[in-house]
C-alpha cells in the first residue's frame, strides 16, 4: 500500500458511523443549485413572456402579479454577472465622458443605476419599481 493511499484510509478510518465529518461544505448546496436553476427557469419565462408580447400586455402581466417583477429583476441580475460586460457600465462610462447637460432617458431602468452614477439629469422608467425615484408607467 502507499504512502498516499494509506493517508486517505486513515482519515476514513477515524470517522465511527455516529460522527459527522466537519463540514467545510454547505449542506444545503444541492438544494441551492436547485433553487438557482428553478430561478434561472422563472426568470426565462419572464423574459421570454416580455419579448412576446406587447408593452401594454407587459405591463398588465407585471400588475397581476408584482412579485413576477422581482423574480425578473433577480434572475437578470443571474445572467448579468456571467457576461464579459454589463452593458449599463458601458453607457455609464460613455456617459461620464459627455457633457453633465445631456438628459438622459432611460427606459427599462430596472435598479437605475444610470441615474445613480452620473450627473446628469436621467428619468429612470420602469414597468414596477419599489424605488421612488423611478418613473412607474
Avoid at 408593452?55 to 407585471?62: I, Q, R
Avoid at 443605476?113 to 408607467?137: E, H, M, W, Y
Wanted: hydrophobic content about 35%.
Amino acid at each position: 500500500m502507499t504512502n498516499k493511499k494509506r493517508k486517505r484510509q486513515g482519515k476514513n478510518d477515524s470517522l465511527n458511523k455516529n460522527q459527522k465529518p466537519a463540514s467545510n461544505a454547505k449542506p444545503s448546496s444541492f438544494l441551492e443549485k436547485m433553487r438557482a436553476r428553478l430561478s434561472g427557469g422563472h426568470f426565462r419565462m419572464i423574459n421570454e413572456k416580455l419579448y412576446t408580447c406587447t408593452g401594454k400586455e407587459a405591463l398588465n402581466y407585471f400588475r397581476e402579479d408584482s412579485s413576477l417583477f422581482n423574480l425578473y429583476h433577480a434572475g437578470y441580475k443571474t445572467q448579468m454577472s456571467n457576461w464579459p460586460e454589463q452593458p449599463v457600465n458601458v453607457i455609464i462610462k460613455w456617459l461620464k465622458k459627455q457633457s453633465p447637460s445631456f438628459i438622459v432617458a432611460d427606459f427599462g431602468c430596472g435598479e437605475a443605476r444610470i441615474a445613480k452614477s452620473v450627473k446628469n439629469t436621467v428619468f429612470s422608467l420602469d414597468l414596477v419599481s419599489s424605488d421612488p425615484d423611478v418613473i412607474c408607467l
